[in-house]
């Protein structure tokens, strides 16, 4: 039961703050905002090409995360001891979110140097 609970809390997005999980389209989102705010037409096709890399990487764990929630609901369907198995499953998706979160904060710093101060607050503090 307790592994049931677990991997709801995190299959749910519970355990990422309560749903706040980066999306392919919060990057889409992000891509449109930027599109808007920078003028510089160097830099925008530069963030452009960062948040599609991004996109990428975002789109790769949804992937990950699709999976892992099959993978374990066949392991719960099958009600046989398969404790093992699902906390194996449970610590790929661990492992592969400890990926996607190094990335998208990698792109998050490199966005931030590509963008002035005024383009960052108009999507990130005003408009995000």
């Not at 389209?25 to 905002?33: F, I, N, P, R, T």
């Not at 009600?79 to 093992?84: D, I, S």
């Amino acid at each position: 039961m307790i592994l049931a609970l677990l991997a709801w809390y995190f299959l749910s997005g519970a355990g990422a703050g309560g749903g706040m999980i980066l999306t392919s389209s919060d990057v889409d989102g992000l891509g449109e905002q930027a599109a808007m705010v920078i003028e510089d037409e160097a830099r925008a096709r530069t963030v452009a090409a960062t948040l599609e890399r991004l996109k990428e990487d975002v789109e790769e764990f949804e992937a990950v995360f699709a999976e892992s929630g099959r993978e374990l609901n066949g392991l719960y369907e099958d009600h046989v001891n398969n404790r093992e198995e699902a906390l194996a499953v449970l610590g790929d998706l661990n492992s592969a979110w400890d990926v996607s979160q190094k990335r998208a904060l990698d792109a998050r710093f490199a966005l931030r140097e590509m963008m002035t101060e005024e383009e960052w607050s108009a999507i990130f503090v005003k408009g995000w």
